[in-house]
Protein backbone atom coordinates (compact mmCIF):
# COMPACT_ATOMS: atom_id res chain seq x y z
CA UNK A 1 0.00 0.00 0.00
CA UNK A 2 1.19 3.41 -0.93
CA UNK A 3 -0.20 5.37 1.69
CA UNK A 4 -3.17 5.40 4.36
CA UNK A 5 -5.08 7.56 1.55
CA UNK A 6 -4.82 5.41 -0.56
CA UNK A 7 -6.70 2.05 0.13
CA UNK A 8 -5.40 -1.62 -0.87
CA UNK A 9 -8.75 -2.01 -3.29
CA UNK A 10 -8.28 1.46 -4.66
CA UNK A 11 -4.64 0.87 -5.70
CA UNK A 12 -5.40 -2.65 -6.80
CA UNK A 13 -8.04 -1.36 -9.13
CA UNK A 14 -5.98 1.28 -10.85
CA UNK A 15 -3.00 -0.47 -11.17
CA UNK A 16 -5.25 -2.95 -13.55
CA UNK A 17 -6.38 -0.04 -15.61
CA UNK A 18 -3.44 1.97 -15.64
CA UNK A 19 0.41 2.72 -15.46
CA UNK A 20 1.42 5.73 -13.83
CA UNK A 21 5.12 6.41 -11.84
CA UNK A 22 5.92 7.26 -8.77
CA UNK A 23 5.56 11.03 -8.88
CA UNK A 24 1.70 10.53 -10.44
CA UNK A 25 1.20 7.57 -7.37
CA UNK A 26 2.41 10.91 -5.20
CA UNK A 27 0.13 13.13 -6.52
CA UNK A 28 -2.97 10.67 -5.94
CA UNK A 29 -2.40 10.06 -2.43
CA UNK A 30 -1.78 13.61 -1.95
CA UNK A 31 -5.51 14.42 -3.61
CA UNK A 32 -7.13 11.49 -1.98
CA UNK A 33 -8.70 10.69 1.13
CA UNK A 34 -10.76 7.79 2.72
CA UNK A 35 -13.94 8.45 3.85
CA UNK A 36 -16.10 5.59 6.30
CA UNK A 37 -20.22 5.63 5.92
CA UNK A 38 -21.91 3.92 8.02
CA UNK A 39 -25.85 2.85 6.88
CA UNK A 40 -27.59 5.35 6.21
CA UNK A 41 -25.11 7.92 6.02
CA UNK A 42 -25.12 10.17 3.36
CA UNK A 43 -22.50 11.16 0.80
CA UNK A 44 -24.56 13.57 -0.59
CA UNK A 45 -27.43 15.40 -0.07
CA UNK A 46 -29.64 17.58 -2.76
CA UNK A 47 -28.47 20.77 -2.77
CA UNK A 48 -24.64 20.56 -2.33
CA UNK A 49 -22.10 20.87 -4.86
CA UNK A 50 -20.56 17.67 -6.20
CA UNK A 51 -17.08 18.22 -5.65
CA UNK A 52 -15.14 14.57 -6.39
CA UNK A 53 -15.50 11.22 -7.59
CA UNK A 54 -16.10 8.22 -4.74
CA UNK A 55 -14.77 5.07 -5.56
CA UNK A 56 -16.74 2.41 -3.76
CA UNK A 57 -13.89 0.15 -1.59
CA UNK A 58 -16.60 -2.40 0.25
CA UNK A 59 -20.18 -1.92 0.39
CA UNK A 60 -22.80 -0.49 -1.46
CA UNK A 61 -24.12 3.29 -2.10
CA UNK A 62 -27.25 4.32 -3.53
CA UNK A 63 -27.97 7.46 -5.52
CA UNK A 64 -31.53 8.60 -5.80
CA UNK A 65 -34.33 11.51 -6.69
CA UNK A 66 -36.65 12.46 -4.31
CA UNK A 67 -39.78 14.05 -5.88
CA UNK A 68 -42.31 16.39 -4.70
CA UNK A 69 -44.40 14.42 -2.86
CA UNK A 70 -41.39 12.66 -1.03
CA UNK A 71 -41.01 9.52 -3.05
CA UNK A 72 -37.82 7.68 -3.88
CA UNK A 73 -36.86 7.27 -7.20
CA UNK A 74 -33.59 5.21 -7.62
CA UNK A 75 -31.45 5.85 -9.88
CA UNK A 76 -28.09 3.83 -9.41
CA UNK A 77 -26.30 1.42 -7.00
CA UNK A 78 -22.38 1.67 -6.92
CA UNK A 79 -20.85 -1.37 -5.45
CA UNK A 80 -17.32 -2.27 -4.06
CA UNK A 81 -15.08 -1.41 -7.27
CA UNK A 82 -17.19 0.81 -9.18
CA UNK A 83 -18.01 4.75 -8.83
CA UNK A 84 -19.99 7.10 -7.45
CA UNK A 85 -20.93 10.44 -7.68
CA UNK A 86 -23.47 13.57 -9.86
CA UNK A 87 -21.89 13.75 -12.97
CA UNK A 88 -23.76 16.83 -13.71
CA UNK A 89 -23.47 18.73 -10.63
CA UNK A 90 -19.79 18.29 -10.88
CA UNK A 91 -19.37 20.03 -14.26
CA UNK A 92 -21.98 22.40 -14.01
CA UNK A 93 -20.59 23.76 -10.78
CA UNK A 94 -24.79 23.91 -10.02
CA UNK A 95 -26.61 22.43 -6.52
CA UNK A 96 -27.09 18.31 -7.36
CA UNK A 97 -30.76 17.20 -7.51
CA UNK A 98 -29.65 13.26 -5.80
CA UNK A 99 -28.49 12.13 -2.82
CA UNK A 100 -25.91 9.63 -2.38
CA UNK A 101 -25.57 7.06 0.65
CA UNK A 102 -24.69 3.82 2.40
CA UNK A 103 -26.65 1.08 2.27
Request: hydrophobic share 40%.
Amino acid sequence: MLTAAISDVFENYLRAKVQLTPAEWARLAALSSAQHLRKRQFLLHEGQVWQCYAFVCRGCLRQYQVDAKGGEHMLKFSIENWWAGDRESLLSGQPSRQNIDAL
